[in-house]
């Protein structure tokens, strides 16, 4: 299940929510180099998020893998309801994990962030899952820390379809548009989105979650259960049976086990005025452009997870 991209060195910079519990636990299976998982808020807040952060990495015996707590993040004032409608109070569906210290580590996100691009340089690569308050930062401080870095993917933006949160705008970059704005002007080697445009033509069903069960693994039924309320957040709010894979499709991205086969370049904008299109992001394709913007990959997510957890079970 490996391929080249394991060279390099991931860092998981997301704010779990259930679907980034599913990026990550993806991500562990397939025995991803991880060097830190880092949180921002965004589906929780960013202390919430660094001890589920823990708490799954506990779930899956790594808690060899550094976690940090990054930064909060100014969100809407709908933002915590919308937010525990679909990923349950806790972040993780109600579902309660292996207790234990919640250790985190004494530097905040930003200054992980920044420590390892020294130590791995071209070989770190960001996997960005929830709103890009950290990173923002990040560039604040070193202007060419994009530059420095292997690249970063991003679960994020709305190109050719409504947001997720309003009309206009996707949830992580409506979270904070000022930092997205600050990403996408900013000057990287490799600078990768996935909006939802793709994220929600890649779907999860009951049949693909039952393949799952079936392993018959503490931590994976763990997981089920978890995914089991955004389920049925997505059945209630929506009527449908099946639930998107937005930040395990990002990760099967950066990972390259889903392999881009179209995809756009060019600048992005974000808006950052207040109003109703606040968070809006909009493409100007441009051969030179900074941004990869991902329209198609080679196969289903569901079944690179189903694929990727299923084989796990026979290391």
């Not at 830190?36 to 779930?59: F, I, P, Q, Y």
């Not at 309801?81 to 930003?110: K, M, Y």
């Not at 393949?211 to 449908?240: N, S």
């Amino acid at each position: 299940m490996m391929s080249d991209s394991d060279s390099r060195a991931f860092f998981l910079d997301c704010d779990p929510g259930i679907d980034d519990a599913l990026a990550l636990a993806y991500l562990l299976a397939r025995r991803t180099p991880i060097v830190g998982v880092g949180s921002v808020a965004g589906n929780v807040d960013a202390r919430r998020g660094a001890a589920n952060a823990r708490r799954l990495l506990r779930l899956f015996g790594r808690l060899d893998i550094p976690v940090s707590v990054g930064l909060e993040a100014p969100g809407d004032d709908h933002a915590d309801d919308a937010n525990s409608s679909f990923h349950g109070r806790n972040g993780l569906g109600g579902v309660s994990l292996p207790s234990g210290p919640d250790d985190v580590g004494e530097s905040t996100t930003p200054d992980t962030l920044r420590r390892l691009a020294r130590t791995y340089g071209d070989r770190l690569h960001i996997i960005a899952t929830g709103p890009l308050t950290n990173l923002a930062h990040v560039l604040a401080k070193e202007p060419d820390f994009g530059r420095r870095v292997g690249g970063m993917t991003v679960m994020g933006g709305a190109f050719s379809v409504p947001g997720n949160v309003t009309p206009w705008a996707e949830a992580n970059i409506a979270s904070d548009p000022a930092a997205a704005a600050h990403v996408v002007q900013s000057d990287w080697s490799r600078l990768t989105f996935v909006p939802i445009d793709l994220t929600y033509t890649h779907l999860l069903n009951r049949e693909d979650q039952a393949a799952v069960r079936d392993l018959d693994r503490p931590e994976l039924e763990t997981l089920c259960r978890i995914v089991d309320f955004y389920y049925d957040a997505y059945q209630e709010r929506f009527r449908g049976q099946h639930i998107p894979l937005h930040d395990p499709l990002a990760a099967a991205i950066a990972v390259e086990d889903a392999r881009v086969v179209a995809a756009t370049r060019g600048e992005v904008t974000v808006r950052v005025e207040h109003g109703e299109r606040r968070g809006q992001t909009t493409a100007s394709p441009d051969a030179d452009g900074r941004v990869t913007i991902v329209s198609a990959v080679d196969r289903p997510c569901a079944q690179i997870l189903v694929d990727t957890f299923t084989s796990s079970r026979q290391r």
